[in-house]
């Protein structure tokens, strides 16, 4: 029994260690150290109970701590979330093969978990991923070829490949499956190495990012719209006019307009006027009421141009659960939840695009959407120079959201081989280059006024030319080849006996 405990304490000590290599604590080399530990955990031949239970722990306590951000959203959604994932992650330990063929068959059980996770249910829920928990390491090289699904195998691969190869050392045997996965990775490192990365056009976009700053930790309710409106005004207001600056970008859904649309309304006018002072375009974030469903809210980032044109609109597609809309909701309010005060957005259905008025086009994800690659994935297919994202994260204390969105915005930027330029309105605002450089990251609550010359670029990289669908199928692809072989060892095993 106190083994069967040990076994338990290190499987969540190996899940609290992965936690710890993400945003905001960083420290990506533990992501290896607690996917071995994890391994460890699990034992030569553990029985069907201690295998999920050990999955279990492992994924609770690695995305507990890593989307703690949730218990501000939702108490009972983050226990919910945390629970079901975590135990994915236990069937996940049920559904690996045991044996030898578990270096193999494990890291692909658990990352076809997470590629679920991605994108089920409720759209997906990508926080804590052990991509983003690598943008600061030597494998991030490895999202501009299959995204955040590749890093992900290939840190469970080599977490795992570590702890068979430190068992093959005590046994004095080699384990040339350790060993050939490892090399598999290698292989992986140097596609990632060669990779196309995108090439400059020759032409640049010199950009400011507004932060209006703010009190963190504070909700639409406790806070009028317009003060927010004009924290951006004041600080857009300190701009001097440039003829070398050609765009000035506002975080997301810092303009609330309630019964008119924006372009009736006072806020449009102040804005307008701020885009000729100028002389360049304001692409604002913007919240309406859409005229044929008043009691639904649209969030939107639309262009005015200098002559007071509004010349382009993207509308948010993916939508925060229990943040933007809520989910059965019908069924929530019948056993009383509070859900009352979240109301819900209209899904936008357009590409991800804006074009400014001189017909640069810009790839487009609104907070939220950053952290799902095929989003800005889309916006380079169609044409995206630049990649633009407009956030709002003042709502939440801490910064788990914050760090690990920069850190998501970084991902986009190497997977795309774009400028990706982020604008908060309490933060974080900053540019990331194509290679995942963040340059003039503002802080937390202040007022900022941040500029930058960025390339405008074409060219696709492996990721958008390719998506997440092949090495999700490889994945399956390696589980099933995993669970094969292990059939065919007791099978020859049993022959000889």
């Not at 975590?86 to 030898?100: C, R, S």
């Not at 759209?123 to 390491?137: F, N, R, Y």
């Not at 009190?215 to 005004?233: D, F």
Request: net charge neutral; hydrophobic share 50%; aromatic share 8%.
């Amino acid at each position: 029994m106190s083994e069967r405990w040990s076994r338990l304490a290190l499987a969540l000590g190996g899940g609290f260690l992965v936690a710890l290599s993400l945003p905001p604590w960083g420290w990506w080399p533990l992501a290896f150290a607690g996917v071995a530990a994890y391994d460890v955990a699990l034992g030569p031949a553990p029985r069907r109970a201690l295998r999920w239970g050990c999955g279990f722990l492992f994924g609770l306590a690695w995305l507990g701590m890593g989307m703690g951000w949730m218990w501000q959203l939702s108490v009972p959604g983050y226990l919910a979330a945390s629970s079901i994932f975590a135990a994915a992650h236990g069937a996940a330990a049920l559904a690996a093969p045991p044996g030898p063929w578990r270096v193999i068959g494990l890291p692909a059980a658990h990352a076809l978990v997470e590629a679920i996770r991605f994108s089920f249910p409720f759209g997906g829920v990508p926080l804590a991923s052990l991509g983003i928990s690598q943008v600061g390491g030597p494998l991030a090289g490895l999202a501009r070829v299959g995204g955040v699904i590749l890093i992900t195998w290939v840190v469970l691969q080599v977490g795992c490949a570590l702890r068979a190869i430190g068992a093959a050392i005590r046994r004095r045997e080699p384990d040339w499956r350790a060993f050939g996965s490892l090399a598999a990775v290698a292989v992986m490192a140097l596609l990632a190495a060669v990779a196309p990365r995108g090439t400059d056009t020759g032409r640049t976009l010199d950009v400011i990012a507004v932060q209006g700053g703010g009190e963190q930790g504070t909700s639409a309710l406790e806070v009028p719209a317009r003060l927010v409106t004009s924290r951006h005004l004041a600080a857009t207001r300190t701009i001097e006019p440039d003829p070398e600056l050609e765009l000035v970008l506002w975080p997301e859904n810092v303009i609330d307009v309630d019964d008119i649309p924006f372009a009736e309304s006072e806020e449009y006018r102040a804005v307008a006027a701020e885009a000729a002072r100028l002389g360049v375009p304001l692409a604002v974030g913007v919240t309406e009421d859409p005229p044929e469903n008043p009691d639904r809210f649209l969030n939107a980032q639309v262009v005015v141009a200098p002559d007071g044109t509004i010349t382009s609109r993207y509308e948010k597609v993916r939508r925060v659960p229990f943040g933007e809309y809520v989910p059965l909701r019908g069924f929530l309010e019948a056993i009383g939840a509070p859900v009352d005060r979240v109301g819900d957005a209209v899904p936008g259905t357009g590409p991800a695009v804006i074009d400014l008025p001189d017909g640069t086009r810009l790839g487009v994800v609104i907070s939220w959407e950053v952290f799902f690659g095929g989003r800005a994935r889309e916006g380079v297919e169609h044409g995206g120079q630049v990649l633009v994202n407009p956030t709002n994260g003042a709502s939440y204390t801490g910064t788990i959201v914050q760090t690990q969105q920069v850190a998501s915005s970084r991902l986009r930027a190497i997977e795309t081989g774009r400028w990706v330029v982020q604008a908060a309105p309490t933060g974080f605002s900053a540019f990331v280059s194509p290679s995942g450089k963040v340059i003039d990251r503002t802080g937390v609550s202040e007022r900022a006024v941040i500029r930058h010359v960025v390339a405008l670029r074409d060219g696709r990289t492996w990721y958008v030319s390719l998506g997440e669908r092949p090495w999700i199928a490889l994945l399956v692809l390696v589980f099933a080849g995993a669970w094969t072989m292990t059939v065919l060892d007791r099978r020859r095993l049993s022959d000889r006996r």
